[in-house]
């Protein structure tokens, strides 16, 4: 299995990830790719929108079938091979912030959407979904993201191969997702834990839908669930649970 080795591309469609959904339940092979030049109605996590302009970003989803029913690190492979390719395609290096963004300079620049299909406990197909921003303008964006949003092109001051960064995520997601498939969970866990936007051992912020929670960062489970250390004893929180994360300079 390659992933790439097929790429489905869309002109334009709704959203890539519903798109990949729809091979994947006609039987299409593991490491599938589907692009769009636009989406019409691109999902962040949440339930939130992803803007998705045309020849402005990248936006991909890839069909995956894990031997194993926990995909709960798959957006962190996601995560750690989108900031690879990044750095390997235009030299630039980004952070990760736990669980599901790409960023730069405290801009957010990527995203992740992993969505799962089950048959009783048993996973059919993961779909897992990035979208970077690549070659937008800051008025590209919406007035409501301005301020929370960049490219590439905005951070380098240039046009931005997107090609080039297709290829390369596709070959870094290759290679991380054989390690996740080998079980080589402690190395994944460390490669994004190098990457994060704020190191371990900060005071952060979290915000869920019961509480706010002010903690030190003591890392990451293989679960994928943060692991906060509140009053001396450590509490696990997991990525659907989060509604916001900031720290303390």
């Not at 730069?104 to 197909?125: A, M, R, Y």
């Not at 800051?138 to 380098?156: C, G, H």
């Not at 489970?221 to 509140?230: N, R, V």
Request: overall charge positive; hydrophobic content about 40%; some cysteine.
């Amino acid at each position: 299995m390659n992933i790439g080795a097929v790429i489905h591309w869309y002109e334009t469609c709704a959203s890539t990830n519903d798109e990949a959904k729809i091979l994947a339940r006609q039987g299409a092979r593991e490491g599938t790719v589907v692009i769009a030049d636009e989406q019409t109605g691109g999902k962040g996590t949440k339930g939130r929108a992803w803007f998705s302009p045309r020849s402005r970003g990248l936006y991909a989803s890839v069909i995956l079938r894990p031997p194993s029913g926990d995909v709960s690190l798959l957006p962190l492979v996601a995560g750690i091979a989108a900031a690879e390719a990044i750095r390997l395609s235009v030299g630039l290096e980004v952070e990760l912030k736990w669980p599901n963004d790409v960023v730069w300079s405290g801009k957010k620049i990527g995203g992740i959407l992993c969505e799962s299909e089950f048959v009783g406990d048993k996973t059919q197909f993961v779909v897992l979904g990035i979208g970077l921003n690549i070659n937008q303008s800051w008025k590209d964006f919406p007035a409501a993201i301005r301020k929370t949003a960049a490219s590439l092109r905005m951070i380098l001051k240039r046009r931005v191969d997107g090609e080039r960064i297709e290829q390369s995520l596709c070959e870094r997601l290759d290679w991380w997702y054989k390690k996740f498939v080998s079980g080589e969970k402690a190395e994944i866990l460390r490669a994004f834990e190098a990457k994060l936007s704020f190191p371990i051992g900060k005071v952060v912020i979290v915000r869920t839908e019961k509480e706010t929670l002010t903690g030190t960062l003591r890392g990451f489970s293989t679960g994928a669930s943060m692991i906060l250390e509140k009053d001396g004893e450590e509490i696990l929180l997991s990525p659907a649970e989060i509604l916001g994360l900031g720290y303390h300079a």
